[in-house]
């Protein structure tokens, strides 16, 4: 749903609903745009309030509602359109004086923008990037060009990505989650475009770095940096930049820097993006920008980890439209694999030795046959309709036989007839007893259990258990607990009703809860009773125990009189007896009997009194 405020809000309450709103979207780009655009119906008046810098308020995924003001509106018939800016683009509209900074942090030179800032504003700025850098930014200048614009920029030179959420700004290294979500096609693809961009890609750079001595004294020193694709393509594409980074004061520091631009900056690889119409089950996953998916889309080769760059996004449906990914080429980095160091294949495609030790076993089965005989079954007209390989030339006495027809591929141990326990039919079953693979890809896998092959990791899918440390487990998982077992067959356990430690040598369970309960029993001139102490809901299903202690005799009767016993002991009955604890309206009750006699020497007389307790209950 979308509300709106009056030009010039900042506090975002009790806003006016537009119910009649439709064809809403909001467009969200990696440091780029972030815009609302939606229409409204002529027939509800509410759009005669939509003046210059009105504040709409929309839903946005991941990061709840957020604030946009009305940039453009367009009359069309029977209705207007609407297109609004993120609130931070209101910056646009700031100066600043004078910014000029020698080696500081992100949150330093967040800092002195903020200050530098010459029209009164609500923002807040903030930022978690560690590295240093110069900037320089003189006399009057449009703020948001000082901040996010170009490379000489703020965002430009500290890198990261800059969070717009309503009035606070961050930039920030890293803003997403890498998440193991896997798109892929005949799963949630609708549609896939998938383009590449070589125009930015650089093989060679010219790099220098201006040097001040103490004495006041410049130099110059520069130097020539090739990436290692560069035999990769046809022709050299340089680019020239200055090195502002303090840490640079020779010339082995200056190729060093130029060389971790290409190892981590890639910019001698084109772009690739992938914008994709997903179906309703990427509509459901909260993706934002940064986060990072696993797509694998088999028409074009592609299977790799790449990054949300920009959604778009039905705030009134609550559902994503499209999703744009983006990333470096898979194909490129395959081909020249021993000359990038951050390869993404070896993050997604795992060795495991025993295949190989399974490839040469089968290899020697196979190769050496022992025995065996093939026979071609005809049909009435003669014509060949299946292929047996059998061990033995009378059918009926054959045991071992492989059968392969029009309908599949299948073996018996149990002759000609079946049943047949290894399997491939033309409808696309396969069935086996034992079956080998490296990597498995799947849209998805029923199975009954999942386990490694030393036994340690264990996962029962009809029971819904997973074990770790082997099928008698060390830590064990269920829908409705999670047990970490010890040696002397004592457990952790943690579950809805919190946290048990087991000890198997007490054969007792603890909570580690400890509850105190202040209370006062008795009154003056009353006989000793029960009085019935609540112990909370916190304790239900727990193995608790009470322990009692007087902490206050309060005072005698009278001057005259002293008090001669306290008594303060679990509740009993008139046989003297203890009572019990109870469960009553929803949680436990434990009985308490606690009282005092005053004694009174001028009169030889006794009298009953109060006393304080306090009651330890642990579980």
């Known amino acids: 749903m979308i509300e709106y405020f009056s030009p010039g809000t900042t506090v975002f309450k009790g806003g006016t609903l537009l119910p009649k709103a439709f064809d809403a979207k909001i467009t969200h780009e990696r440091n780029g745009k972030f815009d609302l655009e939606f229409k409204y119906p002529l027939v509800d008046d509410k759009y005669k309030d939509f003046k210059k810098s009105t504040i709409f308020y929309a839903d946005v995924p991941y990061m709840k509602k957020q604030a946009f003001y009305l940039s453009k509106i367009k009359k069309m018939k029977g209705y207007v359109e ?3 800016k993120h609130i931070f683009f209101l910056l646009d509209k700031n100066i600043t004086k004078d910014i000029k900074s020698s080696n500081v942090i992100g949150s330093t030179i967040l800092e002195r923008f903020n200050n530098s800032l010459q029209i009164p504003h609500n923002y807040t700025f903030s930022s978690n990037i560690t590295e240093s850098h110069m900037f320089n930014a003189p006399g009057y200048q449009n703020a948001m060009s000082v901040l996010a614009e170009g490379k000489h920029s703020i965002l430009g030179q500290w890198g990261g990505v800059l969070v717009m959420d309503n009035f606070d700004i961050k930039l920030q290294k890293r803003f997403g989650r890498d998440t193991e979500f896997l798109v892929a096609k005949r799963k949630n693809i609708n549609d896939l475009e998938i383009d590449e961009d070589s125009e930015d890609v ?4 010219f790099l220098t770095r201006e040097l001040e001595d103490d004495e006041g004294n410049n130099g110059v020193i520069t130097a020539i940096v090739d990436s290692p694709l560069i035999d990769e393509y046809s022709g050299i594409y340089g680019d020239a930049r200055e090195v502002q980074d303090e840490k640079v004061t020779n010339k082995e520091e200056l190729i060093k820097y130029g060389e971790d631009i290409f190892r981590l900056q890639r910019i001698d690889l084109p772009d690739e993006s992938f914008s994709i119409d997903v179906t309703d089950d990427v509509k459901e996953y909260e993706f934002t920008i940064d986060d990072t998916a696993l797509i694998y889309y088999e028409d074009y ?8 760059t920009s959604y778009t996004y039905d705030p009134i449906a609550n559902k994503y439209l499209k999703v744009n990914f983006g990333d470096k080429p898979r194909t490129m980095l395959q081909a020249t694999s021993e000359k990038v160091s ?3 294949e070896k993050d997604i495609k795992p060795s495991f030795d025993y295949i190989n030790s399974m490839i040469k076993d089968i290899t020697e089965q196979i190769k050496d046959p022992d025995g065996g005989v093939i026979i071609t079954k005809k049909d009435n007209l003669g014509r060949p309709m299946e292929l047996l390989i059998t061990d033995n030339l009378d059918l009926e006495k054959a045991k071992n036989i492989w059968r392969w027809n ?9 002759g000609i007839n079946g049943d047949f326990n290894i399997g491939i039919t033309q409808d696309g079953h396969i069935v086996g007893d034992f079956i080998t693979t490296g990597v498995l890809n799947a849209g998805l896998i029923k199975a009954g259990v999942f386990q490694s092959l030393d036994g340690t990791v264990y996962f029962d899918m009809e029971k819904g258990t997973v074990r770790v440390g082997g099928e008698s487990g060390a830590i064990i998982l269920t829908n409705d607990f999670i047990k970490a077992m010890h040696k002397d067959n004592s457990y952790s356990k943690f579950s809805y009703d919190g946290f048990e430690r087991y000890d198997a040598g007490t054969k007792h369970s603890y909570h580690y809860m400890t509850k105190i309960i202040k209370f006062s029993a008795g009154a003056d001139g009353q006989a000793p009773t029960n009085k019935w102490i609540s112990l909370g809901p916190e304790f239900n299903n727990k193995n608790w125990s009470v322990a ?19 008594v303060l002991t679990q509740g009993h009955d008139s046989n003297n007896r203890p009572v019990q604890p109870r469960f009553r309206n929803g949680e436990w009750e434990y009985p308490v009997m606690g009282y005092k006699t005053n004694y009174n020497c001028k009169n030889n007389s006794r009298r009953y009194g109060p006393v304080a307790g306090i009651m330890i209950v642990t579980a």
């Open 82 to 84: 609407v297109y609004a």
């Open 202 to 205: 650089v093989t060679r750079l």
């Open 301 to 308: 080769d592609i299977y790799k980890r790449v990054m949300v």
């Open 342 to 344: 951050d390869s993404i």
């Open 406 to 414: 029009i309908n599949g591929l299948g073996h018996s141990s149990n």
């Open 548 to 566: 009692l202690s007087i902490s206050d005799s309060m005072q005698a009767s009278s001057n005259e009189a002293t008090i001669h016993r306290i």
